[in-house]
């Protein structure tokens, strides 16, 4: 059966490419622009090629275990002391960013349209489907998301292109923001927007051709990088850094700009139901991830009925925080060192020992 929940390479592209445009909606761009101001641009550039240096590498270190997941390879190094370990904390990590994400969108939603909804409804509006939509399986998912991918990256286009003729170029100087450190060092910690890292962590085992795996992180990443610094180019040309604001999305901001004629005027609903589609694929996507990981973890036979628990769970995170601002300051503080410490640092580091115990027992 678990054959059949296999996913095809552009299916899993699509997939990582869905996270990251789902981190742009929720106001990254906004976080790197308000660390290193005008420089913006230029720190994205030094990410992104971190991000794609990082990424040839795990590629590497996951070429002695062409059939693992990260979980499986802590417990080759660790035994299932690591591979609980590891496998908890990955759980903990989608959870706290699918519920921190469902709270902002929703919030956001309720904001601008929805004054008089409670917050209530808006959550159970995004997790209801999402929980009838995981019990069929990963490849349901990706199949559904290799659609609705490319409808968002096309509208995410038209907002970058649509207001270009409001661009103030003067805008990106001085170049270098708040100085080279805060751009080219402490900048770098502007790494954890690419989050997406933690997907790949956990896509070998669910694809059809495991040997594609080079070809889905290396082009994810890319594509990820490009959009994420089309998105910063964009808000730092038309809107002075100084002046954003926590309690909105600024993507949104950006709609309100595109106007095509007279007849077509406030097109920002048109883009706010493409991110709600996105926004099913995100909660979808995690929550199959957390499937599958319990799956490792707890040996039962009806997995998928957890996903009634996984959902109470991240609604349950989703009512903790009070407002927008108690997530932006979360996500400013909190949840950048802990992908930096998980993804970037401690999964790097497992990786890296397992491959030393492999080449010393070939030894």
């Known amino acids: 059966m678990d054959s059949l929940q296999k996913i095809g390479k552009f299916e899993?592209?699509?997939?990582?490419?869905?996270?990251?445009?789902?981190?742009?909606?929720?106001?990254?761009?906004?976080?790197?622009?308000m660390n290193t101001g005008s420089s913006a641009w230029l720190n994205?550039?030094?990410i992104s090629i971190v991000a794609i240096l990082f990424c040839l590498l795990i590629?590497?270190?996951?070429?002695?275990?062409?059939?693992?997941?990260?979980?499986?390879?802590?417990?080759?190094?660790?035994?299932?002391?690591?591979?609980?370990?590891?496998?908890?904390?990955?759980?903990?990590?989608?959870?706290?960013?699918?519920?921190?994400?469902?709270?902002?969108?929703?919030?956001?939603l309720k904001l601008i349209y929805f004054e008089k909804s409670p917050i209530v409804f808006l959550l159970l509006l995004f997790l209801i489907p999402v929980v009838l939509t995981?019990?069929?399986?990963?490849?349901?998912?990706?199949?559904?998301?290799?659609?609705?991918?490319?409808?968002?990256?096309?509208?995410?286009?038209?907002?970058?292109?649509a207001t270009a003729k409001d661009f103030v170029p003067e805008r990106i100087f001085p170049i270098l923001g708040f100085g080279a450190d805060k751009t080219f060092l402490i900048g770098l910690n502007n790494i954890f927007t690419f989050s997406s890292f933690a997907y790949?962590?956990?896509?070998?085992?669910?694809?059809?051709?495991?040997?594609?795996?080079?070809?889905?992180?290396?082009?994810?990443?890319?594509?990820?990088?490009?959009?994420?610094?089309?998105?910063?180019?964009?808000?730092?040309?038309?809107?002075?850094?100084?002046?954003?604001?926590?309690?909105?999305?600024?993507?949104?901001?950006?709609?309100?700009?595109?106007?095509f004629g007279k007849f077509f005027q406030r097109?920002?609903?048109?883009f706010i139901f493409?991110?709600?589609?996105?926004?099913?694929?995100?909660?979808?996507?995690?929550?199959s991830f957390i499937n599958r990981i319990l799956k490792k973890l707890i040996k039962i036979k009806n997995h998928k009925e957890?996903?009634?628990?996984?959902?109470?769970?991240?609604?349950?995170?989703?009512?903790?925080?009070?407002?927008?601002?108690?997530?932006?300051?979360?996500?400013?503080?909190?949840?950048k060192y802990i992908v930096i410490l998980l993804i970037f640092a401690m999964s790097l580091m497992i990786l890296i020992l397992a491959n030393l115990k492999h080449k010393k027992e070939k030894v």
Not at 12 to 33: H, K, R, V
Not at 60 to 69: I, M
Not at 80 to 96: A, D, E, R, S
Not at 267 to 270: G, K, L, M, P, R
């Open 12 to 33: 899993a592209i699509a997939l990582i490419i869905m996270i990251t445009i789902n981190q742009i909606i929720f106001n990254l761009p906004n976080t790197i622009i």
């Open 44 to 46: 994205v550039i030094v």
């Open 59 to 108: 590629c590497k270190l996951f070429k002695s275990f062409p059939t693992q997941d990260i979980v499986d390879i802590s417990e080759y190094l660790g035994g299932k002391t690591l591979k609980t370990i590891v496998g908890i904390l990955y759980i903990l990590f989608f959870i706290f960013v699918a519920g921190i994400f469902l709270r902002y969108l929703s919030s956001s």
């Open 134 to 161: 995981i019990k069929l399986g990963i490849k349901p998912v990706a199949q559904v998301n290799l659609v609705f991918t490319p409808i968002v990256l096309f509208s995410m286009l038209i907002i970058l292109f």
């Open 200 to 259: 790949l962590y956990f896509l070998i085992p669910v694809l059809k051709e495991p040997k594609d795996f080079k070809f889905i992180a290396i082009t994810s990443i890319i594509i990820s990088a490009i959009y994420l610094f089309l998105s910063v180019v964009c808000l730092l040309m038309i809107f002075p850094f100084i002046a954003f604001s926590d309690e909105m999305l600024s993507v949104y901001l950006l709609t309100r700009l595109i106007e």
């Open 267 to 270: 097109v920002d609903a048109i």
């Open 274 to 287: 493409v991110w709600i589609l996105s926004t099913f694929s995100f909660l979808s996507i995690t929550t």
């Open 306 to 335: 957890m996903s009634y628990s996984i959902c109470a769970i991240i609604f349950s995170v989703a009512l903790v925080f009070k407002n927008i601002s108690d997530i932006k300051y979360i996500q400013n503080i909190l949840l």
